[in-house]
């Protein structure tokens, strides 16, 4: 039996309703695990252990007296620090936002706390959820626990380290163009982005609009549906929230057991994909092949315009959505100001890092008089492309398998060119572009100990089948059980 803190939701939430262990216990491992190894992973931007204690507390009076609120009841959930959290810090990992307190809870952070989770700590990210390696936080670099001199990915890096590492028992995080699902695969953890719509919204640091979703980390893909089933449904906080009815995510995983036609899209095994990861990839297919699946090669073949597309739309985005971040009403306000303009300009100078500079300036290029129709609109067109390839190829199967990433995790500071760092991008950013639920689970590792993640694509709303896909996988393999030894 693995230590606490690196137990599955699933197995945790057993104990506690057995009273064979109390959540007191539970937050007290979390919290020491954390302080052992925080110092090498840098997973938190910042983490309350007494206010933990006091819910881990409460969470074990309600169970006394017979009030359990479900299998979340007392475990801790750690949030990437672009989810509010009232009473909490909410930095974005970025200057902007250093000293700011979140005067209210995110939609999601009220579900967790009424399902009797804990809160636990602000997870470290690439500055307001821009980049894939966690690099571009204002504040420190987070170490990949399987190999501490490389990236743990991003922009959910620190929710993808602090799992793994055992500093949590599940986290949160968001995902504009992979950031959930590429640190889970460079983390070997299991990582889901949900539908457009699927998960409110209110509350997130917006990074793009119509891209953003957040969504679950777990060890295992019954942790991640338990998570997801806490923290879906519809929000009339959140006007892009979408009414659907929220089946039982976990008892869907033994309900729905295939065989299924999926679908390998052959644009995305080209050139760029690292050996071992397409190898690893490929073993995952022959896999659900055994299991009776009907394997089908579909194309998407508006892929290559990907990369181009989401950095338009996301950066114009962006640009709108920073607009906020002025230096006058809260935020970094410079000691340099003389004056209105100064204030924004020398706040803004300071607040921001690199690459979120270099975003908005792209995206205000883009949307600028004389470039608007050239880029933006016909961006959006071209997304509109992408999404019916996808729908296109639902007609004949009923899920998509990719590799989660072209590549391993790789050194920090080995990626410089921000162009080369996008491209890594390259399998996750259409899943956004058309608002389609995605997960990455573990499928191996390479020779020199890296994981490797499968990406799993499933028809719009339908979470329930695309876990029940990741869940057969799982079943019979036992890439989730093995941890980093730190």
């Not at 626990?145 to 990915?153: E, S, T």
């Not at 959910?156 to 504009?176: F, Q, R, V």
């Not at 590792?445 to 028809?459: A, D, M, N, S």
Request: charged content about 20%.
């Amino acid at each position: 039996m693995p230590e606490l803190f690196h137990q599955p939701v699933a197995a945790l939430a057993d104990q506690l309703a057995a009273k064979k262990l109390s959540a007191v216990e539970l937050m007290q491992a979390v919290i020491a695990r954390t302080e052992a190894v925080e110092s090498r992973v840098k997973a938190f931007n910042s983490f309350d252990a007494a206010d933990a204690l006091a819910r881990a507390r409460a969470s074990d009076e309600r169970r006394a007296a017979g009030q359990s609120r479900g299998p979340l009841d007392g475990i801790p959930v750690g949030l990437k620090d672009v989810i509010s959290v009232a009473g909490q810090p909410l930095t974005a990992s970025s200057k902007m936002l250093a000293n700011f307190v979140s005067p209210y809870d995110a939609t999601v952070t009220r579900k967790l706390k009424e399902a009797g989770a804990v809160c636990w700590g602000r997870l470290n990210l690439d500055e307001f959820a821009m980049g894939s390696s966690t690099e571009n936080s204002a504040f420190k670099t987070t170490s990949n626990p399987w190999d501490l001199a490389r990236v743990p990915g991003g922009s959910s890096g620190g929710s993808a380290a602090a799992l793994a590492a055992g500093e949590a028992c599940a986290t949160l995080g968001s995902d504009t163009g992979g950031s959930i699902r590429q640190p889970a695969a460079f983390c070997n953890v299991v990582g889901m982005k949900p539908s457009y719509g699927l998960v409110s919204r209110y509350g997130l640091i917006a990074y793009a609009s119509s891209l953003d979703q957040i969504g679950p980390f777990g060890r295992t893909v019954e942790d991640a549906a338990i998570v997801l089933g806490a923290i879906a449904g519809h929000d009339p906080l959140d006007s892009t929230s979408f009414k659907t009815e929220i089946p039982d995510y976990r008892a869907e995983l033994s309900k729905r057991r295939g065989p299924w036609k999926l679908g390998v899209p052959k644009e995305y095994f080209g050139a760029g994909l690292d050996p071992e990861v397409g190898a690893a990839v490929q073993a995952a297919i022959d896999y659900y092949r055994k299991l009776g699946c009907e394997i089908k090669e579909v194309s998407l073949p508006h892929t290559q315009y990907a990369i181009a597309t989401y950095y338009i739309i996301a950066t114009a985005e962006c640009s709108s959505n920073l607009a906020r971040f002025d230096g006058i009403r809260y935020g970094h306000r410079s000691a340099k100001a003389n004056d209105a303009i100064d204030i924004y300009f020398h706040s803004r100078a300071e607040g921001f890092g690199a690459e979120v500079k270099r975003r908005i300036i792209l995206g205000t290029y883009v949307l600028s008089s004389g470039y608007y129709d050239a880029y933006y609109l016909r961006a959006q067109k071209v997304r509109t492309l992408i999404r019916q390839d996808f729908l296109n190829a639902y007609r004949e199967v009923d899920a998509i398998l990719t590799p989660t990433s072209p590549v391993p995790a790789f050194k920090i500071g080995e990626k410089s060119d921000p162009l080369a760092m996008y491209l890594l991008d390259i399998y996750t950013i259409g899943v956004n572009l058309a608002g389609l639920p995605g997960a990455s689970i573990p499928c191996g590792f390479t020779r020199g100990g890296l994981p490797i993640g499968l990406q799993i694509i499933g028809r719009p709303f339908q979470e329930a089948d695309l876990l029940a896909i990741a869940h057969a996988y799982e079943q019979g393999h036992a890439w989730h059980t093995q941890h980093p030894k730190l």
